[in-house]
């Protein structure tokens, strides 16, 4: 196996968390499939790891369309003929509002790309995984610190992230047995666009708005490597990694 070129699949890897991971994973020799639903994002991270001197195909898709989600597995496999590493990364919110309040369509939304996505995708690295000599491979899904605690106005974040966390749990339990490993990182305001609104404050439990501390996402993509260097006798089920000083420890 050491002469069998290692293939790492980040959904949602056009920014953010997603690219960091994509970037450290190529660093680390993985040959890493890029998707996501901006093909101009993608396209970029995939010249950034080609520069590196590793491998990457750019796979657009809406991982929330079971049509897609079977195409960008299929080019995995027509391309590389295995996969080790899926990171279950993309994920939205909506915008902070009464629970009672948000429309029938944001929810939908959310669910379909943090959730159902991740499912669909996993689904489909169980069923490479199970398949592929030698058979095996890990499964990363991240769950957010919003998995523990939620935000206030947040329902549709905060149900899928705890959600996710089952699915975690059960994807252990059902695919240890081919060698397959589950395992969850809880990310606590890494520095992406979508957590730029900390840096001016946002609402917290008590009705007060203050700044959160944020940390860089790049060592974010170093833990995800932590994660995916281990044995496959060998998981780390669940891993918190956060900005020390941000308001989670001692919330509520």
């Not at 796979?59 to 899926?86: C, H, M, Q, S």
């Not at 398949?131 to 899904?141: F, L």
């Amino acid at each position: 196996m050491a002469d069998t070129l290692k293939v790492a699949l980040v959904t949602g890897s056009g920014t953010g968390v997603g690219k960091a991971a994509a970037l450290a994973l190529a660093k680390d020799g993985y040959a890493v499939v890029l998707t996501g639903r901006r093909k101009e994002m993608i396209d970029g991270v995939a010249k950034e790891i080609e520069a590196l001197g590793a491998k990457a195909l750019a796979v657009p898709a809406d991982i929330g369309n079971p049509k897609d989600v079977e195409n960008l597995f299929a080019k995995t496999k027509e391309t590389f003929g295995r996969l080790d590493i899926l990171f279950n990364n993309a994920g939205i919110g909506a915008p902070a509002m009464p629970l009672e309040d948000l429309p029938f369509e944001r929810w939908q939304a959310v669910v379909n790309t943090n959730l159902t996505g991740a499912f669909l995708c996993t689904q489909q690295a169980i069923r490479m995984m199970k398949a592929q000599k030698p058979h095996g491979g890990r499964i990363i899904n991240n769950g957010s610190i919003s998995a523990h605690t939620p935000r206030p106005g947040a329902v549709s974040y905060t149900a899928t992230k705890h959600a996710i966390t089952g699915l975690t749990k059960q994807t252990a339990l059902d695919c240890r047995k081919f060698d397959i490993n589950c395992g969850q990182i809880d990310i606590g305001n890494a520095a992406t666009p979508l957590t730029e609104r900390m840096v001016a404050g946002v609402l917290q439990p008590d009705g007060s708005v203050m700044a959160e501390e944020r940390m860089s996402a790049d060592d974010v993509g170093r833990a995800i490597v932590y994660m995916a260097s281990l044995p496959l006798d060998t998981n780390v089920l669940f891993m918190t990694v956060m900005a020390t000083k941000m308001p989670f420890v001692g919330r509520g």
